[in-house]
């Protein structure tokens, strides 16, 4: 049959790359904003030889089949159904950072001085305190263990309820702080806590891989993969980019890969 395409068969970009996960049921999924997907087959040969440099018979042994796969977006499902094989629930930490606090300028006697932060209820971790303008600017408070004795100048104390207790001595009397914490919201976002799993714990998936270009498609299928390396780079002035290495075998039936695109040559 006549190649009725117009254009040779090549490929431009990332393409597109669907998921599905074959150790266990799930819908497929794609990663979404490909931004590089590629794959390699290394062969490992046994050369035989006689006395003379070149060898008489090459025999191909074992091949090791590798590829990567970046993405422009943070996907937490692609993460844990490639890598983790585990599942997210509803909810997400979020932060205050640099919130302004204000220790009152007269105290009742009392051993401390508690003030009520904005995300006080849902309050998780306190990431630090800090003066905003005095002892100097941006020096740290110290975190005290306990309230049981009086708090002496820029110590705090954080309770069970997120409540921030500061000293009532002269430094800290009406001094302007900066508190940093870590607060649970739980009506948006999703989260994982990533559990330690038994040895030899490993997810698999069958990767779709499909690009067009001019009407001619080119499309891969890999019918047994496994990730065996996940990379987040979060730099200064670029995107952080997800980077999974897969590498990817035989299945049941013995397939490895499918190949199909529209040119015939």
């Known amino acids: 049959m006549a190649n009725t395409n117009s254009v040779p068969m090549a490929a431009f970009g990332p393409g597109s790359l669907f998921v599905t996960r074959t150790d266990t049921a799930g819908a497929p999924f794609n990663i979404g904003y490909a931004q590089e997907f590629s794959y390699d087959e290394s062969a490992d040969n046994k050369e035989l030889y006689g006395t003379n440099q070149y060898a008489l018979l090459v025999a191909r042994g074992t091949v090791k089949a590798t590829g990567k796969i970046k993405a422009a977006t943070i996907s937490g499902l692609a993460l844990a159904q490639c890598f983790w094989g585990q599942s997210f629930s509803s909810g997400q930490y979020l932060s205050s950072l640099s919130e302004a606090v204000t220790v009152a300028a007269t105290t009742t006697g009392a051993t401390g001085m508690g003030i009520n932060v904005t995300h006080q209820s849902s309050a998780n971790k306190d990431l630090g305190v800090s003066y905003t303008t005095s002892v100097p600017a941006g020096l740290p408070l110290t975190l005290a263990a306990s309230t049981t004795a009086s708090l002496t100048a820029g110590q705090y104390y954080v309770s069970s309820t997120g409540l921030y207790t500061f000293s009532t001595l002269a430094q800290d009397l009406g001094a302007a702080l900066k508190a940093n914490y870590?607060?649970?919201?739980?009506?948006?976002?999703?989260?994982?806590?990533?559990?330690?799993?038994?040895?030899?714990?490993?997810?698999?998936?069958?990767?779709?891989?499909?690009?067009?270009?001019?009407?001619?498609?080119?499309?891969?299928?890999?019918?047994?993969?496994?990730?065996?390396?996940?990379?987040?780079?979060?730099?200064?002035?670029?995107?952080?980019?997800?980077?999974?290495?897969?590498?990817?075998?035989?299945?049941?039936?013995?397939?490895?890969?499918?190949?199909?695109q529209t040119t015939v040559a």
């Open 182 to 260: 870590a607060y649970v919201d739980l009506t948006a976002g999703q989260q994982i806590t990533v559990t330690n799993q038994p040895i030899g714990t490993t997810p698999t998936f069958q990767l779709d891989y499909v690009t067009t270009l001019y009407g001619a498609t080119m499309y891969r299928r890999f019918y047994s993969c496994i990730s065996t390396k996940l990379a987040l780079a979060h730099k200064l002035t670029d995107f952080a980019m997800p980077e999974i290495d897969i590498a990817f075998f035989a299945n049941s039936a013995g397939n490895v890969f499918t190949v199909t």
